[in-house]
């Protein structure tokens, strides 16, 4: 059972004000030898917000609080994992917005336990009446639906009954009426019987063929969700739309519950929008797709239940764009966005280029009036005075705290982990350092627990970001990542950031991608081997997401000496990945011409085999655990396992079936967290964990251990 202390208790006060305000201090007094180092089971039972956003490395002061329309209560909503269940935990609790400052003890609405990679309470809203609150939620073996639940009596209620996950939805301010999307049902390959009349493969994914009936649906540009409208009394019905719909995009409802607007990825992008100056907008437009497949691009469309029609709401593309509805629901108000070419005045048009606006859309009529001034999109229509806030660092651990924005008082209202003050964390330290290459890159030093500055330790290098403003208790995400564990086992690891002028983003999607990383992670090397703090000779380096295509061009391409590495489920900019993937992802296989230098075939050819890892793995001389999440994964690995076993290099494949790219299951993280840990122990410390479940998995290892040493043998005989 999750337990959450009154905060007026002095020793939770002196939990998040002196131990996260000041880890060292703590360190130092006697107390300190009574706490134990950090473990992937911490990380895991961690309590964390939960928001989507958040969730996925959004910024930490996400949205923490749901107010009710007369500010008088909010509700916030809590997950943590549940080790001995595999589960994760979700609570909703509720608070008088009157009573923060006299130390309440929220008021637990309702606990949820999702065993599936969903949340289980999601998109909180409250409805006009100030006692319901509306949400997406999922109980054990249960497909996810929109309920309300009333704070008062706690009665909570099912609006839906549909067949498949509902994703997202919109509710009407009194509940009578949701709009929601839902996965499609499941689609076999053929209708037909196949060997009859034989599959005909037009723009399916590889992988939907191999799987056929057990494809496990994941949205992308040429399938999205279904939309629906359900009345209170009625059989929910589908509602039309030709473009793709996706699974978090906008979904709103007027107050009045008349119009719905949502976002769609634009299949017909119209040829006039050429004209924008934008250059992810002319290279949508220009792009050749293979047919029925839809463009980056995204449009809001609106859908009028009194006439039952969607039409487009502006029809221009909304890139990045804010919507907020007009009080009186004959207008909705859009910040940053294009508006249509088409007008009569030439300057004008001329403006629409090149400019965004901030415009309101009257309805029905959908004339356009530009508001000009500050984004009036953003949601000012709040009538609560508090404000509520995450704050935490990269050495504290996030805490709940209220603000009077009347008054300015401030305090402490929720701490979320109050365990940790049992723990040994490592310090952290925000560190700058020169490339190889000479450029300047920032990250995140995490100092082994019990550090010794005459001790050299081995280091473990994560990739993929750093942000000073984040308690990253694994790193950025948790499938690729441990870095506390790491350090609470002696390791020192380096989480390396961006470069320090900003220009990443220059770099990014050309042949100079993966040199200029391979650069920071050399000199991430250099500079802590400048400072004694690590053996050279004992580095490990681990690759997640797009920066298995860095690393991996790093293990083929670097000088450097790297004692294990780990790939987690990402893009190579290989070849196999580029046939494989086309023509469902046809933005990665344009990514790839430009990072490897063109097409693989004719004279680009000699660049991929210059440059792509795939055609240099026999450079490879570090023993490289692969961790495939989901059978998309287990395509996109498959070239490093084959070729590295077809090499008789020391390689080691772990697929984990259902889990998805960020991983959330707890079982599942546990493979992936303490494999991490327990490989680079292996192979950086020569230590193995005695737990008897782990008896198999280390005789693989020492098996790749003594092939790797049989090829060291041969490459000195040589």
């Known amino acids: 059972m999750m337990r959450f202390p009154r905060v007026a208790n002095p020793i939770v006060l002196a939990a998040c004000f002196l131990f996260y305000g000041s880890p060292v201090a703590i360190a130092q007094s006697g107390l300190d030898e009574e706490k134990r180092p950090v473990t992937v089971a911490d990380a895991i039972r961690m309590t964390r917000l939960a928001d989507d956003s958040y969730f996925k490395g959004g910024p930490s002061a996400g949205r923490v609080a749901h107010f009710s329309p007369d500010g008088k209560h909010f509700v916030v909503v809590l997950r943590k994992g549940n080790l001995e269940q595999n589960t994760n935990e979700y609570s909703l609790l509720l608070y008088e917005s009157s009573e923060v400052f006299r130390s309440p003890k929220p008021d637990r609405l309702l606990r949820m336990s999702s065993s599936s990679n969903r949340d289980a309470i999601k998109n909180v809203s409250w409805l006009e009446d100030n006692e319901n609150v509306a949400f997406i939620g999922e109980g054990s073996d249960q497909n996810p639906a929109v309920y309300t639940l009333n704070v008062e009596t706690k009665r909570l209620v099912k609006l839906t009954e549909h067949a498949t996950p509902i994703v997202n939805y919109a509710i009407s301010a009194n509940g009578q009426k949701v709009v929601f999307a839902a996965e499609p049902a499941p689609r076999k390959i053929a209708n037909t019987d196949p060997s009859r009349e034989g599959i005909a493969i037009t723009s399916q994914s590889l992988y939907s063929i191999l799987s056929r009936d057990r494809y496990l649906y994941e949205p992308n540009l040429t399938e999205g969700e279904e939309l629906f409208l359900k009345v209170t009394g009625e059989s929910e019905r589908p509602i039309s739309v030709e473009d793709v719909v996706e699974d978090n995009g906008v979904l709103s409802f007027s107050p009045d519950g008349r119009y719905v607007v949502f976002a769609v990825m634009v299949r017909d992008v119209p040829g006039s929008w050429i004209g924008y100056q934008d250059k992810q907008i002319h290279e949508a437009v220009t792009e050749k797709r293979p047919s029925g497949t839809a463009s980056r691009l995204s449009r809001f469309m609106l859908f009028d239940l009194e006439g039952g029609g969607t039409k487009p709401l502006l029809d221009a593309p909304n890139q990045d764009a804010s919507l907020r509805w007009n009080t009186d629901s004959r207008g909705v108000v859009i910040g940053e966005t294009f508006l249509p070419l088409e007008v009569a005045d030439p300057k004008d048009a001329e403006a629409r280029k090149q400019n965004t606006y901030n415009v309101e859309v009257r309805l029905p009529s959908r004339d356009i009036i530009k508001v000009f001034g500050k984004d009036l ?291 599942e993280r546990v493979v992936a967290q303490q494999g991490l840990v327990d490989w680079f122990r292996f192979w950086l410390k020569r230590e193995e964990d005695p737990d008897p479940t782990k008896t198999e998995e280390y005789s693989r290892w020492r098996n790749l251990r003594e092939l790797r040493e049989s090829h060291t043998t041969s490459r000195h005989r040589n």
């Open 377 to 667: 999109a953003k949601d000012n229509t709040a009538s609560s005075s508090l404000d509520l806030t995450l704050e935490e660092d990269v050495n504290e651990p996030p805490c709940i705290f209220v603000r009077d924005l009347k008054t300015k008082q401030r305090t402490l209202l929720l701490d979320l982990n109050p365990q940790f003050a049992e723990l040994k964390f490592a310090k952290v330290e925000p560190v700058s350092w020169k490339a190889a290459d000479g450029h300047e890159v920032v990250g995140g030093l995490y100092l082994p627990v019990g550090f010794d500055p005459h001790t050299r330790y081995p280091l473990v290098i994560q990739t993929h970001g750093f942000d000073t403003e984040r308690f990253w208790i694994d790193g950025p995400w948790s499938s690729a990542f441990a870095a506390q564990p790491l350090a609470g086992e002696k390791f020192v690891v380096i989480q390396v950031g961006g470069a320090k002028e900003g220009d990443d983003a220059t770099y990014i999607d050309t042949e100079k991608e993966a040199a200029r990383a391979m650069a920071a992670y050399e000199g991430a090397i250099d500079y802590l081997d400048a400072r004694g703090m690590i053996d050279r000779n004992r580095v490990g380096i681990i690759g997640f997401s797009r920066t298995v295509f860095t690393v991996g061009y790093t293990l083929t391409h670097s000088k450097y000496r790297f004692s294990a590495a780990l790939l987690v489920d990402g893009i190579d900019a290989g070849y196999f990945q580029y046939i494989t993937f086309f023509p469902s992802f046809i933005g990665l296989s344009k990514e790839f011409e430009q990072m490897n230098g063109g097409t693989p075939w004719g004279t680009g050819l000699r660049t991929w085999i210059k440059t792509t890892p795939g055609f240099n793995l026999d450079k490879v001389n570090t023993p490289v655990r692969i961790v495939a999440l989901g059978p998309v994964s287990v395509l996109e690995m498959w070239e490093w396992y084959s070729g590295l076993s077809r090499l008789q290099k020391p390689v080691d494949f772990i697929y984990l079936p259902d889990a998805p790219h960020l991983i959330v299951k707890p079982w």
